[in-house]
C-alpha cells in the first residue's frame, strides 16, 4: 500500500508562512488528484485546497489567496505554501491521495499552529 508522509509543520507567529509537503512512496493507482485538509480540534476535518492531474486547484474560501497547492509529478509529492498565516489557520493538516473507484489514501498529519 502507498503511504503519504507529510512534513514542514510547526509554530510560526501570525503572518508568517510555512510550506508543507506530502510524499507518496510510490505511484498511487487511479489516483485523480491530491489535497490538503485539516482539522482544529473539536471540529471536523475540512477542505484546505485540492490539485488535479491536470493541474486545477480549488481552495476554500479561508485560504484563497494566501495558500497555494502544487504538485512535483516527477518526485510524487504536493506542497501547501501558505503565506499570511492566521491563528485561525492552527490544525492537524492531512494529505489526501484522492482516487477514482477506490479507497483514499491519507497522510498522518503534520501540526501547524500560528501563535505569538
Known amino acids: 500500500q502507498v503511504q503519504l508522509v507529510e512534513s514542514g509543520g510547526g509554530l510560526v507567529q501570525p503572518g508568517g508562512s510555512l510550506r508543507l509537503s506530502c510524499i507518496a512512496s510510490g505511484s498511487i493507482p487511479r489516483i485523480s488528484a491530491m489535497g490538503w485538509y485539516r482539522q482544529a480540534p473539536g471540529k471536523e476535518r475540512d477542505l484546505v485546497a485540492t490539485i488535479t492531474l491536470g493541474g486545477s486547484t480549488n481552495y476554500a474560501d479561508s485560504v484563497k489567496g494566501r495558500f497555494t497547492i502544487s504538485a512535483d509529478n516527477a518526485k510524487n509529492t504536493v506542497y501547501l505554501q501558505m503565506r499570511s498565516l492566521k491563528p485561525a489557520d492552527t490544525a492537524v493538516y492531512y494529505c489526501?491521495?484522492?482516487?477514482?473507484?477506490?479507497?483514499?489514501?491519507w497522510g498522518q498529519g503534520t501540526q501547524v499552529t500560528v501563535s505569538s
Open positions: 489526501r491521495a484522492i482516487r477514482n473507484g477506490a479507497r483514499d489514501y
